[in-house]
């Protein structure tokens, strides 16, 4: 594997086609720009930070196996967004299964659950239930996520403790898994 020193700066493009020639540096930029980015989103959809963890190492070491194939990816955002959302679904799809198994209910009839039309009344449905978190929740929640501000960051802004901090985004991911779950149930009962 050839050790190729690559600049910080370095373009996407640029980095994309070097991961295509096996460099770990690369791999490692591309995982230091990344990964946070696809944790947040990932914990967003499932609601289980530990699970989000897992989901998005998954990710990565995917990308590591397809890194002869990647050169062609035209906009990381873009293929990150829809790898990291298919893989929040799928990891939520077996959570329903592992429900429905357990509750002898036939599984056989689950839906994939990666159409457009699921991941987009999945986003109204998280969209609507930040909207709904109260107030400082909701603007702890937007500022982790959406603004990509530590908790301590986020804790030093409001001139809260970091333990609240934690404790408002364990709510808000609860909040949103209980939505998540139970989006999904009911678009299995319209089928």
Known sequence: MPRVNIPYETDDETLLRELSKDSMPAFDRLFLKYHGKVLRFVTMFIGDEDEA???AQD???RLWLKRQSMGNIQNLDNYFYITA???ALRNIRHHIIERLDSQHTEIADVPELD???FTSRLEACIQE????MPEQRRRIFVMSRYE??????IADELNISKRTVDKHISLALADIRKIT???????????
Do not use: G
């Not at 990509?148 to 960051?153: L, T, Y």
């Not at 779950?181 to 089928?191: G, K, M, P, S, W």
């Open 59 to 61: 990710i990565f070491a």
């Open 85 to 87: 959302r298919n893989a």
């Open 129 to 132: 239930a930040v909207a709904q």
């Open 53 to 55: 963890k897992d989901v």
């Open 115 to 117: 159409t457009p039309e």
């Open 148 to 153: 990509n501000m530590s908790h301590q960051e």
């Open 181 to 191: 779950i139970a989006l999904v149930l009911a678009f299995i009962n319209a089928l």
